[in-house]
């Protein structure tokens, strides 16, 4: 996770500092001057971790650092309720738009709310959006979106006529809980508590229904989510551990881990024992060192802050970049709750067999964690993370936490920690009279909301 940057001869620096010309403006000099990017990953980080430098541009960056320093300065600037007596009752996933025009809630009461973030303003419900109650929300463009629900369906929308639907998936035989998107094969990605994973050609249609293929199963599966670049599938299991599928290839998934046994692995992880990435029983490491075909390598992660070993790990996500995965989970006790960061970086290849390149996953692959309060209890609560990965926001009690990997805020890529260490806290904000149960950033705006159990949606903004 160390990175090493180009060292800047100083010397260097001056005689462009003072070649500036005086009639050259500061914004041109900004926009033009040399900037030194990260160039190589250190090898030698702690926890085994080796992070690929962001070379945004100077720009970007600059951007990114006014919008974390906005989000330290947010405050509450709207709400909207909606209780039970109106039919909608808790929030239970947010999703905005690509162009974060339009945000869409999903409610317990078989329903959808959408509002234009920006006023505040609710535009419109969809009542008896499905047959139970609506737990995701995925865009796929600026205008389509899909919803997942307790009905073990799926439904596809065109925001301009919400009146009907434009189709529904059915294969499921439980609760759906996660949905997503993969842009280079133009498949919907969803899971359910069914434990299987399904892919969709939302394109295509046959007699019997929307084509679709059960590419994983694996029991008391939570969540799933696919990294920016969809080359790496991530679940979460209610067993207390996470499975990472590397060099993902959807179409030959499910032959290529024909035959794994994930079953007789996570009965000996319920009762206590670790996981481990190379059980020859069950073929892990022939899986993980990579076949002639490289693709759909499987590592299974289950390393947690000392004292706290994970039951449910019910809300996952992946960082903006793919870097990590932030997941909060409930201990086998019970009785705590923590959000815990994880790399989610290839390892350094170790050795070359002909074609075949030999690697193992990191030892360990927490970064960072922190402790959470426990009510709320029977209910998932969704983390979400910032458009440039600096920070995560998390529900606490009647109220939200902003989060960050340091005091700074500071990138993931500029980061060099040599042990674990705990999320530090940079906002906490009350604006519920319930748990909340899920927040999620503006893709476009310097703009957060949340949802809790009573049906309230807040909105906070910078309060200069």
């Known amino acids: 996770m160390a990175v090493n940057k180009k060292s800047k001869d100083n010397s260097a620096g001056t005689t462009n500092a003072n070649s500036v010309s005086q009639k050259t403006s500061i914004s041109s000099w900004v926009r033009n001057r040399p900037t030194a990017h990260p160039a190589s990953v250190c090898a030698g980080s702690a926890i085994g971790v080796h992070y690929r430098a962001n070379v945004g541009s100077c720009q970007q960056r600059l951007l990114s650092e006014i919008k974390c320093c906005l ?15 109106n039919g909608h009752e808790a929030i239970f996933n947010l999703e905005f738009s690509p162009n974060g025009d339009v945000l869409v809630a999903a409610c317990e009461e078989n329903s959808m709310l959408l509002f234009d973030p920006l006023t ?28 997942g629900s307790d009905d073990s369906t799926i439904a ?57 293929e059960k590419v994983f199963y694996i029991e008391s599966l939570m969540r799933t989510r696919l990294t920016p670049d969809c080359t790496k599938l991530v679940m979460s299991t209610a067993r207390g551990f996470y499975i990472i599928v590397h060099d993902l ?23 206590g024992e670790e996981p481990s990435e190379f059980d020859g029983e069950l073929g892990l490491e022939r899986i993980w060192q990579g076949r002639r075909r490289g693709r759909n390598r ?15 790990i019910s809300s996952l996500v992946v960082h903006p970049q793919g870097w990590a995965m932030m997941s909060r989970y409930t201990t086998r006790d019970n009785d705590a709750e923590w959000t815990c960061v994880h790399d989610l970086q290839d390892p ?19 970064m960072y964690y922190t402790k959470e309060p426990t009510d709320g209890q029977g209910y998932i609560k969704e983390l979400s993370v910032s458009p440039d990965g600096r920070l995560i926001c998390s529900s606490y009690g009647f109220g939200i936490r902003l989060l960050a990997f340091d005091d700074k805020s500071s990138e993931l890529c500029d980061i060099q920690p040599h042990t674990v260490r705990e999320l530090r806290q940079v906002k906490f904000l009350v604006r519920h009279k319930s748990t909340v149960l899920t927040s999620r950033f503006s893709p476009t705006h310097c703009l957060l909301v949340s949802g809790s159990m009573c049906g309230r949606v807040a909105f906070y903004q910078p309060k200069l």
């Open 249 to 271: 290839n959807l179409s030959t998934l499910n032959s290529d881990l024909a035959g794994l046994d994930f079953a007789r692995h996570y009965q000996g992880v319920g009762l």
């Open 71 to 85: 989000y330290s300065r947010v405050a509450p600037s709207g709400f909207s309720d909606f209780s039970k007596q």
């Open 120 to 147: 505040t303003k609710h535009i419109t419900a969809v009542r008896n959006a499905h047959s139970d109650c609506v737990n995701c929300i995925r865009f796929l463009d600026s205008r389509t979106f899909a919803s």
């Open 298 to 312: 499987v590592e299974l992660v289950s390393d947690f802050p000392d004292g706290s070993k994970a039951s449910c």
């Open 156 to 212: 596809l929308w065109d925001i301009r006529n919400l009146k009907q639907k434009i189709r529904c998936l059915q294969g499921h035989t439980n609760w759906v809980k996660s949905i997503e998107y993969c842009r280079q094969t133009r498949r919907l990605v969803t899971s359910a508590f069914d434990g299987n994973v399904v892919t969709w050609d939302i394109n295509g249609y046959e007699e019997k229904g929307t084509p679709h």
């Open 348 to 366: 350094v290849p170790e050795a070359s067999h002909g074609d075949t390149v030999v690697t193992r996953p990191p030892a360990k692959r927490l």
